[in-house]
């Protein structure tokens, strides 16, 4: 099954980039900070930069930095609800950003299903209020054992939707990763991260990130 998915994902991206003209790709560097509160309640800080290599020609440009951070209650074992506001700084822009999330886990007999269902809200200097809702589906898997220990790979692969109310625009993702569990406390992950953007248009739009995201739990 996992193999079936995989050669689909190369295919998805493959398609899409060989079909579509306007391409660009890029470096998402991210660092994810946690700290339990209570036993339901988990306070979440991140930094996250996106630095352009590719746009209609090769140029390393630094694009944006967002500074998050989100309140997590987990309501039972498998459910939790996200509610966090993101400060985004884009080339002398400020914008500001709501986001609330409802996230389920489903524990499978070799892999976790992770569920998250989103609404956000996006505020901006002379532009009117953005709305945007979104879905995305995220399958885990330990590459030994069973579950996922201390110096461990594991494989992750997610697949999102993005609804823009205010464009009339969807857009889809679609993300590989390798992880590893450096110790109880840290993870790390990287691997592509390819968005499909104006999907209801007739010329969409490619953006392929290489991701690296650091994990770090107090």
């Not at 999330?101 to 609404?119: D, P, S």
């Amino acid at each position: 099954m996992m193999k079936r998915f995989l050669c689909v994902v190369a295919l998805f991206f493959g398609t899409n980039l060989l079909a579509q003209s306007e391409l660009s790709f890029g470096w998402l560097p991210k660092v994810n900070i946690s700290k339990k509160l209570n036993e339901n309640l988990k306070w979440v800080n991140s930094i996250e930069a996106r630095e352009d290599i590719y746009k209609e020609s090769f140029q390393f440009s630094h694009n944006l930095v967002d500074l998050s951070t989100i309140l997590s209650y987990r309501s039972d074992i498998n459910e939790s609800f996200n509610f966090g506001y993101i400060l985004r700084f884009r080339e002398g822009e400020t914008i500001h950003r709501l986001l609330q999330h409802y996230n389920r886990i489903q524990n499978l007999e070799t892999f976790k299903l992770a569920h998250r269902f989103g609404l956000e809200q996006f505020f901006q200097s002379d532009i009117k209020t953005q709305f945007r809702t979104r879905y995305r589906a995220t399958i885990q898997k330990a590459l030994s054992g069973e579950k996922v220990d201390v110096n461990e790979w594991y494989l992750k692969i997610s697949n999102e939707y993005l609804y823009h109310f205010n464009e009339k625009d969807l857009e889809i993702r679609l993300s590989p990763y390798l992880g590893y569990k450096l110790s109880k406390k840290d993870k790390i992950e990287f691997g592509l991260d390819y968005r499909l953007g104006k999907v209801l248009e007739t010329e969409h739009k490619n953006n392929l990130w290489f991701r690296t995201t650091w994990y770090i739990s107090l």
